[in-house]
Nanobody, 121 residues
Framework: QVQLVESGGGLAQPGGSLRLSCAASGFTFSSYGMSWVRQAPGKGLEWVSAIYNDGSDPYYADSVKARFTISRDNAKNTVYLQMSSLEPADTALYYC??????????????WGQGTLVTVAS
């Protein structure tokens, strides 16, 4: 069964940090690009960050560039999103998603259930 399970969300203060994890199972993790997508309350989906299957060429949305870092451990079938200098605008449900090949272009075919990040004082 193909599955993505996110964890690590919670409440953080402005300026604080959180690390999200996404554990993958049911497919050859090292063959697929992975993405993080978020949805803020009352807003649409925002593609936040992505990484190739081999860990190269990370992508960041302008809204998170220089504050978030994506990484992956193919031995652990896990992708991470290190979030620093958090802002209230980062409050959202964060989804992990798998692409259709080793890149991060094209449709996101598999989605996790999401983990909630709330940034507030």
């Amino acid at each position: 069964q193909v599955q993505l399970v996110e964890s690590g969300g919670g409440l953080a203060q402005p300026g604080g940090s959180l690390r999200l994890s996404c554990a993958a199972s049911g497919f050859t993790f090292s063959s697929y690009g992975m993405s993080w997508v978020r949805q803020a309350p009352g807003k649409g989906l925002e593609w936040v960050s992505a990484i190739y299957n081999d860990g190269s060429d990370p992508y960041y949305a302008d809204s998170v560039k220089a504050r978030f870092t994506i990484s992956r451990d193919n031995a652990k079938n896990t992708v991470y999103l290190q979030m620093s200098s958090l802002e209230p605008a980062d409050t959202a449900l964060y989804y992990c998603a798998r692409g259709g090949d080793g890149s991060y272009f094209g449709a996101l075919e598999v989605w996790g259930q999401g983990t909630l990040v709330t940034v507030a004082s």
